[in-house]
């Protein structure tokens, strides 16, 4: 029952811009927090946002703080992402997911979408 989707991954070129959409369905969306992940071939899967249930605070990660935000429509169940100064490393498979609380470490996270790729040329 639980689904979480993604979309809104692409090509586009260094120093661009893209927005991506979590949409999250199968659970009460406001009572968890959800996190966007992000893995390229051969690398670990690393943590990018999230934002906390309770107050709706948002932690990033070094690498995206900012040029990433994240932000939430309650109303619509969906989690965005707006990537701005995209750079070839950002290249990597983008996923959301849902845990209790708001932390940087997949393997805390019980629900996963399927990821969205999002590829940036130099």
């Known amino acids: 029952e639980v689904q979480l989707v993604e979309s809104g991954g692409g090509l586009v070129q260094a120093g661009g811009s893209l927005r991506l959409s979590c949409a999250a369905s199968?659970?009460?969306?406001?009572?968890?927090?959800i996190a966007w992940f992000r893995q390229a071939p051969g690398k670990k899967r690393e943590g990018v946002s999230c934002i906390s249930s309770g107050d709706g605070s948002i932690r990033y990660a070094d690498s995206v703080k900012g040029r990433f935000t994240m932000s939430a429509d309650n109303a619509k169940n969906t989690v965005y992402l707006q990537m701005n100064s995209l750079k070839p490393e950002d290249t990597a498979v983008y996923y959301c997911a849902k845990d209790v609380l708001c932390t940087l470490v997949p393997g805390t996270y019980d629900y996963w979408g399927q990821g969205t790729q999002v590829t940036v040329s130099s």
């Open positions: 199968g659970f009460t969306f406001g009572d968890y927090a």
